[in-house]
């Protein structure tokens, strides 16, 4: 496959790949802030490259990224964008919809942001109800936790802060990086790498983040971050993805 990116494709050269192809790689990433020191995009660019590295790994076209997700425990930080999860949830329904018009059957979500993974799930459960399709979605940060050596406890922190370091670090500004303890809700609900908890069980969260830390990055320490972690963490995330994308496209299918 020459392109990767369908947005560089004619439609002579789309049909042409779906012929024998019925797998879409979709990027969905977030505009929100990471810390002092990462850009506003760190989800976006991260899911975006990825997307692309897998894709053409993979042999399969990649959809243009969905920039923008569910951010709203974020808003009290300037520059962050949010949208309500049930808009995020008709607009990646409708551009997969367009996708099986025509002919994609798989689809493969690479999702930068926490906060769009319940809406890509019920996207996810909406396609195979309607349409019988498989899909997926995998994050960067849950696959490393669970195959690797890397614990990725952070929001803009060590390990966030790597990836991005290896996705493009001529925008981290790591003179900037200051991680800071972050605040209790009250002296019993607490806020640690996973989110609240109350005498050890974890609870779902409902408040800004801005109310435990005025920096806005937690976790493993930013100022620890470096490229080469970074550049270890995203080849371990691509490579496990390349296999699954060609293992997705050995599902039986329903008729």
Known sequence: MKKVLIEDMSWTEFSEIM??????????????????????????????????????????????????????????????????????????????????????????????????????????????????????QTEWWIILKQMSEFPCNDHGGKYETSMMLAVDDKIVNMSMAKTVSRKNLTDKIAYDDFGLKFKGVSLPPSFSLNCVTDVGNYGARAEEATKETGEKMYARYIEYCVELADEIRRIPLMK
């Open 19 to 136: 012929t024998v192809n019925d797998l879409v790689i979709i990027p969905v990433g977030s505009i929100e802030e990471h810390g002092y020191h990462n850009p506003l995009g760190t989800d976006y660019f991260i899911a975006k490259k990825a997307a692309y590295d897998i894709g053409k790994l993979a042999n399969a076209p990649v959809a243009p990224i969905m920039p923008i997700g569910n951010a709203s425990n974020l808003m009290g930080f300037s520059g962050t964008i949010s949208i309500e999860p049930e808009i995020l949830k008709e607009v990646l329904t409708q551009v997969c919809e367009g996708f099986i018009h025509h002919g994609a059957k798989r689809f493969l979500f690479i999702n930068g942001h926490g906060g769009n993974t319940a809406t890509i799930k019920m996207v996810s459960n909406l396609l195979f109800d309607k349409y019988q399709v498989f899909s997926t």
